[in-house]
């Protein structure tokens, strides 16, 4: 039994368009997944939970005594810990005026097979008080898991712990 010639011209027209939307479909969730910036705490990155070779966010502060800088290059490494971990992160470019150790940082970048991060972009917070909200929660969720001791200084916002609340 043959189909009639407009039903099948219909049926063809319709395959097409559900290939076609099928199509940009894909590709759209392809680019939307290219451009995804996962955030990793120095824990996470450490016990291997971040995927190497592909782009992420990590934060965390910035060890005192760790910023080491290239004197032929504008390359720099230094150390970002949540107090449990710490990991080694590579940048060659300028840093923030920001940029200080012992200060919180955001770096977007890739984990090489070697667990050092390296960056290509070096995000430092604005002022004294401000801690990006992923970065705060890492070390929150550090200090909870009782892997850090009990810090003199908040943190968090930089400011002494008040002896208000002990009386």
Sequence with gaps: M???????NKLILILGLLLGVGVIVGLVLYALSQNINLF?????????????????????????????RASDSLTVQFVITDFAEDVKVEYT???????????????????NDEGVFLADEVLAKHDEKYMPPEVTQALSDAQAASLVPTLSKDQTTGVEPSNEALK
């Design 40 to 68: 990793f705490s120095p824990t996470e990155m450490a016990q291997g939970k971040a995927p190497a070779h592909q782009r992420l966010r990590a934060g965390g502060m910035v060890r005192e005594g760790s910023l080491v």
């Design 2 to 8: 043959a189909m009639h010639p407009k039903r099948r």
């Design 93 to 111: 470019g300028i840093l923030p005026d920001l940029f200080r150790e012992g200060q919180g940082i955001v770096a977007q970048g890739k984990l």
